[in-house]
C-alpha cells in the first residue's frame, strides 16, 4: 500500500485517483490559501514588504496559482515513478520542497522582470525555509487529521458487515456492493459500470471520483478507464509482452503498456 508521508510520521495512504481528488476539494484550496495569507503577513523577506501592495498582491496570487498547480503534478509524477520502481512510501516533504522551490524561482523571477530590488542570498534562503516550515506545519495538521476528517470512507473497515455499534456506509455508492465485493469498475461515456457478486451496476459518478473514495488496498487501475480488484489483479496472465488480467467467464482486461510495471509492482507490495 502507498503511503504519503510526513517527516514527523503522519501518513495517509494515497494513490493517482486520490491526488485528483485532492486537487478538486474546496477544502485544500481554503487551507492552503490560509498558509499562504499567513506567509505574506509574517514573512521575513524586506523587499517583498517593502513594495508596492499591487505588486504583494500579485506575488501572493500568483505564487498561490502555482502552489497548486505544481504540487499536484509533482505529486503524482513522483507516485507514478515510485509505483514504478516498488517504493512503498513517497515523503510529503519532498513533494512541498519540490513545489516551493518552482513556486520561489517563477516568483523571484517575476519580481525581478518588474524590477524590485533583490536582497541578499540569505534573505532569499531564510525566506524560502520560513515557507517550508509554515507549509510543513501545515502538511503536517493535514495528514494527522485532515485527510481522516474530509475522507473517512478511505479508513472504513473493508469487511461484508460493520462491526457493532458502526453505522457508515460500506456500500460503493450508487450500488448495492460491499466495497469488498467489487471486481471491476470501468468507465463509460456517462458514469461507470461496476461488477462484483455476479451483478452489474450503471452508476453516474466519474471513474476518478469513484476510485478516490475506495481503500487503496482494494484494488488498482489497470487503464485509465479500468480499476480491478486485488483478487483480480492477481489472476493475470501475459500474451506477446501484453498483461491480461482475466475473470472466470474468461474476459480479459489489458493492463495499459505505460501502467505494466507499476501493476507488477503493486502486486509485490500487497503480497
Keep these: 500500500?502507498?503511503?504519503?508521508?510526513?517527516?514527523?510520521?503522519?501518513?495517509?495512504?494515497?494513490?493517482?485517483?486520490?491526488?485528483?481528488?485532492?486537487?478538486?476539494?474546496?477544502?485544500?484550496?481554503?487551507?492552503?490559501?490560509?498558509?499562504?495569507?499567513?506567509?505574506?503577513?509574517?514573512?521575513?523577506?524586506?523587499?517583498?514588504?517593502?513594495?508596492?501592495?499591487?505588486?504583494?498582491?500579485?506575488?501572493?496570487?500568483?505564487?498561490?496559482?502555482?502552489?497548486?498547480?505544481?504540487?499536484?503534478?509533482?505529486?503524482?509524477?513522483?507516485?507514478?515513478l515510485s509505483l514504478r520502481f516498488g517504493v512503498r512510501t513517497i515523503s510529503e516533504t519532498l513533494i512541498m520542497v519540490a513545489t516551493l522551490t518552482m513556486v520561489a524561482v517563477v516568483n523571484m523571477s517575476g519580481l525581478t522582470l518588474i524590477g524590485v530590488q533583490m536582497a541578499g542570498v540569505w534573505q532569499v534562503v531564510s525566506f524560502f525555509v520560513f515557507c517550508v516550515l509554515l507549509f510543513e506545519i501545515g502538511a503536517y495538521g493535514y495528514l494527522k487529521l485532515g485527510d481522516r476528517a474530509l475522507f473517512p470512507e478511505i479508513y472504513y473497515p473493508t469487511d461484508a458487515?460493520?462491526?457493532?455499534?458502526?453505522?457508515?456506509?460500506?456500500?460503493?455508492?450508487?450500488?448495492?456492493?460491499?466495497?469488498?465485493?467489487?471486481?471491476?469498475?470501468?468507465?463509460?461515456?456517462?458514469?461507470?459500470?461496476?461488477?462484483?457478486?455476479?451483478?452489474?451496476?450503471?452508476?453516474?459518478?466519474?471513474?476518478k471520483t469513484t476510485l478516490s473514495e475506495l481503500p487503496v488496498t482494494l484494488g488498482i487501475q489497470i487503464h485509465r478507464t479500468i480499476w480491478v480488484s486485488h483478487q483480480l489483479a492477481r489472476q493475470y496472465i501475459t500474451e506477446n509482452g501484453t498483461l491480461f488480467v482475466t475473470t472466470s467467464d474468461g474476459k480479459r482486461f489489458p493492463v495499459a503498456r505505460s501502467r505494466q510495471a507499476e501493476f507488477l509492482s503493486w502486486l509485490q507490495m500487497m503480497a
Excluded at 481554503?30 to 524586506?46: K, N, T, V
Excluded at 466495497?179 to 455476479?198: C, H, P, Q, S, Y
Aim: charged share 15%.
Design 1 to 80: 500500500m502507498m503511503q504519503f508521508k510526513h517527516v514527523l510520521g503522519p501518513s495517509i495512504p494515497i494513490n493517482e485517483a486520490r491526488v485528483w481528488r485532492l486537487a478538486k476539494t474546496p477544502f485544500f484550496y481554503a487551507y492552503a490559501m490560509a498558509f499562504a495569507g499567513l506567509a505574506s503577513l509574517f514573512h521575513p523577506y524586506a523587499p517583498l514588504h517593502a513594495a508596492p501592495v499591487a505588486i504583494q498582491t500579485l506575488f501572493w496570487v500568483v505564487g498561490f496559482a502555482g502552489f497548486m498547480l505544481f504540487y499536484t503534478v509533482i505529486h503524482l509524477v513522483v507516485l507514478r
Design 161 to 207: 458487515q460493520p462491526p457493532a455499534g458502526r453505522s457508515y456506509e460500506i456500500f460503493l455508492r450508487g450500488t448495492s456492493l460491499p466495497v469488498a465485493k467489487v471486481e471491476i469498475i470501468r468507465a463509460l461515456d456517462k458514469g461507470i459500470e461496476v461488477t462484483g457478486m455476479n451483478q452489474t451496476f450503471t452508476v453516474k459518478r466519474s471513474l
